[in-house]
């Protein structure tokens, strides 16, 4: 998913992308969902508990704690992005979570390049950069949405 902004300061103006997954669940949603498959868990396990399988009670606290991992894992997976920011003289791509993820490079420098497999087996890739620096961006995004991606960032650096 793309979100593109304009905005317009007392100096210059600067268009801001900022590409995200597009993540079905939210983390309140994902908690309650932990939830829900923690109750159906424990119900099964103390039926069997209660018919004397009590040896089922360890395995079910191992399980819970593999479904909540496994939550907890996608749900941190699904909430990154990256924000690629095009004013008058530069263009800067960062990625909030990571420290030193923030990438610059000169606007007048600046490429898009699009790579496509020529078997079309693999999904295409936009790179962005200059001087032999690239940063690969919309990883998550499907083909459709990237082609869009780089015809907006094309836009915005060349200033068509």
Known sequence: MVRS???IGSR???TVF????????S???SKWLFLFLAACIATVSLYFASLGAWLVLPFTGLEILLVGGAIYAQSCCAHRKQIIRVDQTQVEIDEPPHRNALKSFPKAWSKVIQIRDSRGWYPSRL???SHGEFVEIGKYLIDDEREQLAHQLRCAIEGA
């Open 5 to 7: 902004d304009v905005q």
């Open 12 to 14: 210059s103006t600067q």
């Open 18 to 25: 900022i590409v995200e997954q597009n993540r079905n669940l």
């Open 27 to 29: 983390w309140r949603q």
């Open 127 to 129: 790179l962005i950069g």
